[in-house]
């Protein structure tokens, strides 16, 4: 078993690697889209090292004779203590850290394969303040064409509180993300932002109101609202935030394979 | 009598064989039922929305980890199996102290984050580059290359000062580090990366090979300590604390400085966060992304992989204290 440990887990972690970016589009719950070439080429190296680690050992036990990869090992960790006398470890070689420590890499491999961990939610969401995009008032360009108009909620917010032009005005609008709600019952579309992966995930919303407001959705169901703007407080003042939206219709809706929106 | 002791020792041991069976049996079923009924009742109260969001962050650093870090063994196991090794003696100046500046501004040639650098620094010290040379390399490479400066004037756009400012201050901090090194550093606190005994077997294709497994699986598991490190404290600091500290010019540097080793966040995207924290001073923004690449957990614990525990505590605080004072200086200077 120790023999092979290096190539399980090497192998372990390609396969999971592989299969949250090559055979399913999992990868989104934790990193942004453009990551995906660079995963998948780094899945199939660390697959196809695992699998020449195993052959290299296998074919090391079967001619112990000439095992270079064995006593080159060893040279190692014997190299490793000469250098390494304040760390004590263990009595033999393979009690050195790094080794053992790279077991952890099993963690998130097994996690990713079996029950890979969901996308952040409403509990993100509701943990910190939604982010208010940092700029001034100013004009935007013109709104793209179409009716109802797909905006994420990035865009929808910063026209809202930013823009002296008013695109939004007159303008059916369009929108998808997941409910979150405050203890007094008003409740938010809300998306969470991922620029490089989910610890860097912050928050934007969109109050609804209006008529198709009042069967709210339970916390954390996905849905598509479209709606209209409901212009509220001074532009780029505390009062604009967060801004809202009146809305027409509230569709439930599967999470969308992407459940973050990029900047 | 021989043979009735024998007998009676058969005897003595199928009952003894049988108890234990019946017990162990029936202990064994006990924790069967007892797991299979509580376990899946057990396992929903654990997984709760934290625990969920904590898997999920702590997955998702390491994952994003894992591109970069491979990035950085394939180029530090490339340096060991492929470059000759007195190559890096010769391209850099002898003097140790012109030595620093040169190797710092070379971070400009790897794109990529800090997980790749810690790897590619062990191995040119393995190569014979001086420690001094080699730090400056590792603490300026994810801070200063094109990505990094690309996404930073991205996140600020119309602010090119706040690029400039970030440039200069991680080069600054680098080198400070890499003299400070040259001048009072010891030897016997970095274990030095293993030096391998120049062997038919650990250069070329072969070399290769088995040096990037071992300098992969050395170093994930690192990355995935400080993954858990990082998904603790994104779960456990909400972020709402922060505004209690806006008002202190200093004390919003301060925090900023810290929340950049607790959280991180990646060198590429630690700009976008930056942005995002408005109500901070561009000075305490600017110390949020020189620190950020420079001394994160997750970088603490590659480090202690690399070169050992002690230098890792030690490098980092002063790293810390020096970045910090860098970027107040250039923000003050710049900002």
């Not at chain 1, 263990?90 to 080794?99: I, L, S, V, Y």
């Not at chain 2, 058969?10 to 299979?36: E, K, Q």
């Amino acid at each position: 078993m120790r023999r092979y440990g290096s190539a399980i887990l090497l192998l372990l972690t390609g396969a999971a690697i592989l299969r949250i970016s090559l055979l399913s589009e999992l990868y989104l719950r934790y990193v942004q889209s453009g990551l995906r070439p660079y995963l998948i080429v780094s899945g199939t190296v660390l697959v196809l090292l695992g699998a020449a680690a195993g052959v290299a050992r296998w074919r090391g036990r079967r001619s112990d004779d000439h095992d270079h990869d064995d006593h080159d090992h060893d040279d190692h960790d014997h190299d490793d203590h000469d250098h390494d006398d304040h760390d004590h470890h263990g009595e033999h070689g393979h009690a050195h850290p790094g080794p053992r420590l790279a077991w952890l890499l099993a963690l998130p491999a097994v996690a990713l394969l079996l029950f890979p961990p969901p996308a952040l939610g409403s509990y993100s969401a509701g943990r910190e303040a939604a982010q208010r995009a940092a700029q001034g008032v100013g004009t935007f360009p013109a709104l793209p064409s179409g009716d109802p108009v797909r905006l994420t909620l990035a865009e929808f917010s910063s026209r809202a509180i930013y823009d002296s032009g008013r695109s939004l005005k007159g303008r059916t609008v369009r929108m998808t993300g997941f409910v979150t709600q405050d203890d007094d019952g008003t409740w938010y579309l809300t998306r969470l932002y991922v620029t490089c992966c989910a610890a860097d995930a912050t928050t934007s919303k969109i109050e609804i109101r209006g008529a198709a407001s009042s069967d709210r959705p339970p916390t954390d169901a996905w849905v598509t609202v479209t709606g209209t703007w409901h212009p509220q407080g001074e532009l780029g003042s505390d009062a604009a935030w967060p801004p809202v939206l009146d809305a027409g219709s509230v569709v439930r809706v599967t999470q969308p394979s992407d459940p973050y929106e990029k900047r | 009598m021989e043979n009735r002791r024998t007998v009676a020792d058969g005897l003595w041991l199928a009952v003894r064989t049988l108890v234990y069976a019946v017990l162990g049996g029936a202990a064994l079923i006990a924790v069967a039922t007892v797991v299979s009924v509580l376990g899946p009742v057990l396992a929903l109260d654990l997984y709760t929305p934290p625990v969920a969001a904590w898997w999920t962050v702590f997955t998702a650093v390491a994952v994003q980890g894992v591109p970069f870090l491979l990035l950085g063994t394939v180029v530090s196991a490339a340096i060991g199996a492929f470059v000759p090794e007195k190559i890096f003696s010769r391209l850099l100046p002898g003097n140790q102290a012109l030595a620093v500046p040169v190797a710092g501004a070379a971070g400009v040639v790897l794109p990529g984050c800090e997980c790749a650098s810690v790897p590619v620094a062990g191995s040119l010290m393995r190569r014979g580059v001086a420690p001094a040379a080699a730090l400056a390399f590792l603490l300026s490479a994810p801070a200063i290359n094109p990505v990094v400066l690309v996404a930073t004037s991205i996140a600020f756009p119309g602010q090119p000062t706040m690029v400039l400012g970030r440039l200069v201050a991680s080069l600054a901090t680098a080198v400070a580090m890499g003299w400070l090194w040259v001048r009072f550093g010891k030897e016997e606190w970095l274990r030095l990366p293993k030096g391998r005994t120049p062997s038919n077997a650990t250069t070329g294709l072969r070399g290769f090979a088995s040096g990037l497994q071992h300098d992969f699986l050395h170093a994930g598991g690192f990355l995935v300590l400080g993954a858990a490190a990082a998904a603790t404290f994104n779960i456990a600091v909400p972020r709402s604390v922060l505004d209690v500290f806006t008002g202190s010019a200093w004390l919003s540097v301060l925090l900023l400085a810290v929340l950049a080793v607790v959280l991180c966040v990646c060198s590429e995207a630690d700009a976008f966060v930056a942005a995002s924290l408005t109500g901070f001073s561009p000075t305490a923004r600017l110390a949020f992304m020189v620190v950020g690449p420079m001394v994160d957990l997750k970088l603490i614990a590659l480090q202690a992989g690399t070169f050992g525990r002690s230098f890792a505590l030690r490098f980092s605080s002063v790293t810390w204290v020096v970045a910090l004072a860098s970027s107040v200086l250039v923000g003050w200077w710049l900002l």
